[in-house]
């Protein structure tokens, strides 16, 4: 049976031609996303702050990414749905990095993986594909060890990160997330590799760009500052729940004349 979602393969081929990655958790939202033309979906283990109420990625669990990459695969029918391997599921062992993706993709029907660090994690990422998994590399800013080191400055140390997206590429990932490294930087890298880079923080010159759906559309209070509020559904949904609990005090809701 042909694979009715977009392949990895298929993401290598728009190399030079820009598209939008969006970061989905639930199953509606996936929906949304695919109605709105956007056919590659990332279940981030951003997931721990914008869904679980977490203050960092770090505390995210396999089994969290498993339950919501299998709500964004069946809420979509054709993107591309990446899932992320969480903090703690692929640093000890080549050996459990492939037992934590064939987990993940098992379980959720999720198309690739994506895993952070540069040469660091090049030898998890070859594993992994070795054992028949789509990868996707994150260099730059990273997030699940960030406290650990340099932060969450913007990353302009030319030679760490070309040589850390270049790892990644070499080890076999299709494409790699690229977050807060300069602009200048991003286009040189984008320029080095053969395969799709995509942005966040970043600026324009990625391949591709990707931005967290609760910041998309505005509903999370601290977007980082490169993030552009394209909605307010914020503002939707308490407009929406006011006015149902002003029906429900005043007895406008429900009508009395239907059950
Ligand atoms: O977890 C996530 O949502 C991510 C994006 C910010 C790239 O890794």
């Given amino acids: 049976m042909p694979d009715r979602r977009v392949s990895a393969a298929a993401l290598v081929k728009r190399k030079g031609v820009p598209f939008p990655v969006v970061t989905a958790y639930d199953a509606p939202f996936a929906r949304f996303a695919e109605n709105a033309g956007i056919d590659v979906l990332l279940v981030g283990d951003t997931l721990g702050m914008v869904v679980l109420g977490y203050d ?31 903090f703690g599921a692929y640093e000890a062992s080549d050996v459990r990095a492939v037992e934590s993706a064939v987990r993940l993709v098992k379980r959720t029907g999720g198309s690739s993986v994506k895993l952070e660090g540069g040469v660091r994690s090049a030898a998890r990422i070859a594993a992994i594909v070795n054992a028949g998994i789509p990868v996707v590399g994150h260099v730059g800013v990273l997030p699940q060890t960030a406290a650990l080191g340099e932060g969450f400055r913007r990353r302009t140390a030319r030679d760490a990160i070309l040589a850390d997206a270049r790892a ?92």
Avoid: K, N, W
């Fill in 168 to 259: 990644v590429a070499e080890a076999g990932a299709f494409a790699v997330v690229l977050e807060m490294v300069s602009a200048e930087l991003a286009r040189e890298v984008t320029a080095a590799l053969a395969v799709p880079t995509i942005g966040i923080g970043s600026g324009p010159d990625c391949d591709a760009q990707v931005l967290v759906l609760h910041d998309v559309l505005g509903m999370y209070p601290d977007p980082p500052p490169f993030v552009r509020r394209f909605a307010d559904l914020e503002s939707v949904a308490v407009g929406g729940l006011r006015a149902y609990g002003v029906a429900v005090r005043e007895r406008t809701y429900p009508p009395r004349t239907l059950q």
């Fill in 56 to 86: 960092a990625t770090a505390p995210v669990e396999l089994r969290d990414m498993e339950r919501h990459g299998a709500a964004v695969v069946r809420g979509s029918q054709h993107a591309h749905v990446i899932v992320d391997l969480p």
